[in-house]
């Protein structure tokens, strides 16, 4: 029999009306929302607590078949459209199962961190995780938990999953674009120093390629005839010489010198700049 009371019949209605908005807000939002009995988890943490264990992110770290079972205990009630279309194929019903499908073991952390959160009395917890759909494949998503007071006392729990694989995939993008300017800005800098490298090492050999010889010739004019004809051979060849032992020299710094410094300096711009040493020096000599 229907009650007659005014009071009795308002807030039957009140509470009516507050259960549709409810309805209409789970379906109708972007996100994926579940609505989780999870009252078992409540009974596996009293016996813990019996069993004398104090730190819970302790034991959930070194046990993880302990929060696998936590997920298996845990029943999905109801999921919105948005997470058929995200984690199934067409059929809710198909979701309504134990909730350790739907989480890799990769992800066990995060799902450790929600219950502890939920017993410690904080009033949320979201972190990026990874998730499974039904046909297997795994995805990067913001997990999200709404721990109200009144709902954890009933073993009731609502969650949020976001799919933020493409946010993911774009932030790896530009770490890589990153890494490759720097990896460019590397270059760059090495093909500075092989510039510089070939500069310094061209000006102080050619000149000694070009003056001393001369001076050494000068010094043997004045010498007695018996000396000079002792060292003008030798001084006709001076500057060869000095080519050839300096180029040998630098061939064998370039062979002990760093990998990536020994590809750089072997560049064309380092070649050049040899190539007009040499042609310089020999330029110089003939006068």
Avoid at 182 to 204: C, D, F, K, W, Y
Avoid at 205 to 217: D, F, Q
Avoid at 218 to 224: D, F, H
Wanted: with cysteine; net charge positive; hydrophobic share 45%.
């Amino acid at each position: 029999m229907a009650s007659s009371d005014p009071k009795s019949q308002t807030a039957e209605e009140a509470l009516r009306e507050s259960e549709y908005r409810y309805r209409n807000l789970f379906q109708a939002m972007a996100a994926s929302f579940w609505e989780l009995d999870f009252t078992p988890v409540g009974g596996m943490l009293r016996d813990l607590r019996k069993q004398g264990v104090a730190d819970f992110a302790a034991y959930f770290a070194d046990h993880p078949d302990f929060v696998r079972e936590m997920m298996r205990v845990t029943r999905v009630v109801d999921v919105n459209d948005q997470t058929v279309a995200l984690f199934g194929r067409g059929d809710k019903a198909e979701l309504l199962r134990p909730l350790d499908i739907y989480w890799p073991e990769e992800s066990n952390a995060v799902y450790a961190a929600s219950v502890i959160a939920a017993v410690t009395g904080k009033p949320s917890y979201a972190s990026e995780t990874r998730l499974r759909k039904l046909n297997g494949e795994v995805f990067d998503a913001l997990f999200t938990a709404c721990f109200a007071p009144e709902a954890v006392g009933a073993g009731k729990l609502l969650i949020g999953v976001i799919d933020i694989s493409e946010r993911v995939q774009a932030h790896a993008m530009l770490r890589q674009v990153q890494a490759e300017f720097a990896h460019a800005a590397r270059v760059s800098m090495l093909g500075e120093l092989t510039a510089s490298i070939a500069h310094e090492v061209n000006q102080p050999l050619a000149a000694i390629a070009t003056t001393r010889p001369p001076a050494c010739a000068g010094w043997i004019v004045l010498s007695p005839i018996s000396l000079r004809c002792a060292l003008l051979p030798s001084a006709s060849s001076l500057t060869r010489s000095v080519q050839r032992t300096l180029s040998h020299a630098f061939a064998i710094w370039l062979a002990t010198a760093p990998l990536k410094l020994r590809r750089c300096l072997s560049t064309a711009s380092l070649k050049r700049g040899c190539c007009s040493w040499r042609t310089n020096c020999r330029a110089k000599a003939l006068h």
